[in-house]
T-cell receptor, first 112, second 112 residues
Framework: KQEVTQIPAALSVPEGENLVLNCSFTDSAIYNLQWFRQDPGKGLTSLLLIQSSQREQTSGRLNASLDKSSGRSTLYIAASQPGDSATYLCAVVDQAGTALIFGKGTTLSVSS | DAGITQSPRHKVTETGTPVTLRCHQTENHRYMYWYRQDPGHGLRLIHYSYGVKDTDKGEVSDGYSVSRSKTEDFLLTLESATSSQTSVYFC???????????FGQGTRLTVV
């Protein structure tokens, strides 16, 4: 059974820092990996989708990498801002290619 | 933003009563999903649909049923609500099973 783990569960940084969020998964046979952002009381916003054949994806200050063989992905946030404060969720599409399996998220707090 | 509407957004109901949550999409995506989000458990798949009248169970399907009579609508029914079904319910869509997923704003359900 696929399991997704995100470490750390919470992270506090001062504004301007570059930071890395980690995601690991137990079964390397994934179709893709997706990073989401969730603000308190809100839905999930898709940030980046990495297909299994890709190594990384970039969107603005965000860069996500994927190493299938080691079962890891990282989300790099450059020059963090208070507006980046949210919970970041990592999810993989399972072997059947039907649904996302989620980690429990990393809650990020960026102070000004 | 993907055109996904969940209704109602908030609901309080009594134990033993039936409850139906609705997810409506305007994207004509084939796949639709129902997840629940609980502290300590993260997001877990309840049921999903891969086409009109085509549905399958997820990880936590006991006590829930679904129906999809039109491409745009996916209904989640709690036949007899229990306190353990108090949760935030999210609908998601994707064009195909392994493509980018988009989420609705969620329905907060409280069973008293």
């Amino acid at each position: 059974k696929q399991e997704v783990t995100q470490i750390p569960a919470a992270l506090s940084v001062p504004e301007g820092e570059n930071l890395v969020l980690n995601c690991s998964f137990t079964d390397s046979a994934i179709y893709n990996l997706q990073w989401f952002r969730q603000d308190p009381g809100k839905g999930l916003t898709s940030l980046l989708l990495i297909q299994s054949s890709q190594r990384e994806q970039t969107s603005g200050r965000l860069n996500a990498s994927l190493d299938k063989s080691s079962g890891r992905s990282t989300l790099y946030i450059a020059a963090s801002q208070p507006g980046d404060s949210a919970t970041y969720l990592c999810a993989v599409v399972d072997q059947a290619g039907t649904a996302l399996i989620f980690g429990k998220g990393t809650t990020l707090s960026v102070s000004s | 933003d993907a055109g996904i509407t969940q209704s109602p957004r908030h609901k309080v109901t009594e134990t033993g009563t039936p409850v139906t949550l609705r997810c409506h999409q305007t994207e004509n995506h084939r796949y639709m999903y129902w997840y629940r989000q609980d502290p300590g458990h993260g997001l877990r798949l309840i049921h999903y649909s891969y086409g009109v009248k085509d549905t399958d169970k997820g990880e936590v399907s006991d006590g829930y049923s679904v129906s999809r009579s039109k491409t745009e609508d996916f209904l989640l029914t709690l036949e007899s609500a229990t306190s353990s079904q108090t949760s935030v319910y999210f609908c998601a869509i994707s064009e195909m099973g392994a493509t980018e997923a988009f989420f609705g704003q969620g329905t907060r359900l409280t069973v008293v």
